[in-house]
């Protein structure tokens, strides 16, 4: 635990171990009371109530285990690669659901953009800045967009997730060499890149804030996300809903639905559409 007074190696008292486990008892970025037992070691008292968590169901679990990547992040940096490896864009929807879900602002970080004409890339994301989403065009290799995103990062706990491979330790040892973070490189045989951040922690920033540097994920379950709340975290659609003919209006197929209109008449971009989609029939609870 980071405090005032240095590093402490702490454990759980026995108190928050009782009964089965459904969710993580203490994340990263959590803020505690603990007890000093000696000058490097404590004991967890309490668990001070979170802002606001990075969610989702952990991979492989059969129940609903509530999995907390980072507690208490003041931003989402949401990292994918304009190539190698193609971004996985459904993922990056998930992503964004999950932001919308639990408050936490995202910005949308496309790097490599060393490697394709940015007028592409753009033309790549081009869904998400018209629904409010800010997306930075990166490369750690010629330092393009590393001062924005430098100046986005200060003073603030940001967490880097994306797919692995896309670059996110790189971008971080290019803000800040000190941090040392592992960089891998994408396997040639799979091209997915290999998980070179194992764990979860953040790193301080010289010019104020943290960062928290992810393992790659490849999986993204949302945990205790219903069906017919989904609607309600596409900003895109949320005008929208009030207007179709049913109240309980899945936007699949019903007559009179606003959704479906506005998909066919281009003011929903399709991919985002069927985003919403696979995720409403419970689709893409798959590995990338």
């Known amino acids: 635990m980071q405090t005032d007074a240095g590093l402490f190696m702490c454990n ?3 108190k928050f ?9 203490v994340a990263v970025g959590d ?17 001070h109530e979170r802002k606001r968590a990075f969610i989702r169901k952990a991979s492989g679990s059969r129940s609903e285990y509530k999995q907390i990547l980072i507690a208490n992040p003041d931003q989402l940096v949401l ?3 304009c190539t190698e490896p193609t971004p996985r864009l459904r993922m990056l929807d998930r992503f964004l659901v999950i932001s919308e879900k639990e408050d936490i602002p995202p910005l949308i ?3 490599k953009i060393d490697l394709m004409a940015l007028e592409e890339a753009k033309e790549l994301f081009c869904m998400y800045p018209p629904i409010g989403y800010d997306v930075l065009f990166t490369s750690s290799k010629t330092g393009q ?13 940001s967490v880097f997730a994306g797919p692995s491979g ?17 960089v891998g490189k994408i396997s040639s045989l799979t091209s997915k890149g290999r998980h070179t951040t194992v764990v979860r922690e953040l790193f301080p920033l010289k010019e104020g804030g943290y960062v928290a540097d992810m393992p790659g994920i490849r999986s993204l379950s949302l945990w205790d996300t219903q069906p017919e709340e989904l609607d309600g975290y596409f900003p895109e659609l949320r005008s929208l809903i009030t207007g179709c003919r049913f ?10 639905c606003a959704v479906i209109k506005a998909v066919q008449e281009g003011q929903v971009h399709p991919q985002r559409y069927e985003s919403y989609v696979r995720l409403r029939t419970g689709e893409e609870e798959v590995d990338y």
């Not at 171990?17 to 993580?24: L, S, Y």
């Not at 590393?146 to 706990?157: P, T």
Request: proline share 4%; with cysteine; hydrophobic share 40%.
């Open 31 to 47: 803020h505690v009371t603990l007890r000093v037992i000696s000058p490097n070691t404590g004991v967890i008292e309490q668990i």
């Open 247 to 256: 109240n309980d209006c899945t936007h699949q197929m019903e007559p009179g």
């Open 109 to 111: 970080v496309v790097n």
């Open 12 to 14: 759980l008292r026995g």
């Open 79 to 81: 990292v994918f690669s």
């Open 166 to 182: 896309v670059g996110k330790s790189s971008l971080l040892n290019a803000i800040q060499p000190q941090l040392g973070l592992a």
């Open 17 to 25: 171990k009782r009964g089965a486990a459904v969710e993580d008892i």
């Open 145 to 157: 967009g590393l001062d924005d995103l430098h100046e986005r990062l200060m003073g603030k706990i």
